[in-house]
T-cell receptor, first 111, second 115 residues
């Protein structure tokens, strides 16, 4: 599995865009980049995933660099409820392999 | 839909006792997973199942057994609990359309303490 590097913690002001980086320089050509988050004491929640093109859904946007060695998750208008640990997870998307969670980034939204 | 539910929510065991954690999903998902999460760490895969009657080992299977007798249920058993198994246990399920895994749905977790 590809290794990932994420900052352990980040702060963001409420209402501003939160940009969470992830390095995944050893990602394979067939691996997607998945993002999940875990709000305190709850089960992880899927946010978004992408292969090489930028993606957007109702929760967030995902920007993947052209060489696919890094990506950025963008929460456009962060709210206090976005305070959580965010995980960047390369995964093939096929088969039944579980997700490999690192330590993630603890995003704290400040009022 | 209830999604993924886990029973019980909390449990305290003494070393050597046994117990079974139940995971149930009502989304007709084929794949189901058991993870554990230790303090300050990410989740680690214990066992998983690709369908009724099938199970496979994940990253940290030792000390656990699983069964998938019904498609909607995935059971995790601890035959002889040890303090090292104190953790939060999460179940998840997914159904990959066209063979692609888009999203895993997680349950609320079971907090297990082994004294």
């Amino acid at each position: 599995d590809a290794k990932t590097t994420q900052p352990p913690s980040m702060d963001c002001a409420e209402g501003r865009a939160a940009n969470l980086p992830c390095n995944h320089s050893t990602i394979s050509g067939n691996e997607y980049v998945y993002w999940y988050r875990q709000i305190h004491s709850q089960g992880p929640q899927y946010i978004i995933h992408g292969l090489k093109n930028n993606e957007t859904n109702e929760m967030a946007s995902l920007i993947i660099t052209e060489d696919r060695k890094s990506s950025t998750l963008i929460l456009p208008h962060a709210t206090l409820r976005d305070t959580a640990v965010y995980y960047c997870i390369p995964h093939s998307g096929g088969g039944a392999d579980g997700l490999t969670f690192g330590k993630g980034t603890h995003l704290i939204i400040q009022p | 839909n209830a999604g993924v539910t886990q029973t019980p929510k909390f449990r305290v065991l003494k070393t050597g006792q046994s117990m079974t954690l139940l995971c149930a999903q009502d989304m007709n998902h084929e794949y189901m997973y058991w993870y554990r999460q230790d303090p300050g760490m990410g989740l680690r895969l214990i066992h998983y199942s690709v369908g009724e009657g099938t199970t496979a080992k994940g990253e940290v299977p030792d000390g656990y057994n699983v069964s998938r007798l019904k498609k909607q249920n995935f059971l995790l058993g601890l035959e002889s609990a040890a303090p090292s198994q104190t953790s939060v246990y999460f179940c998840a399920s997914s159904y990959p359309p066209s063979g692609k895994l888009d999203e895993q749905f997680f349950g609320p977790g079971t907090r297990l303490t082994v004294l």
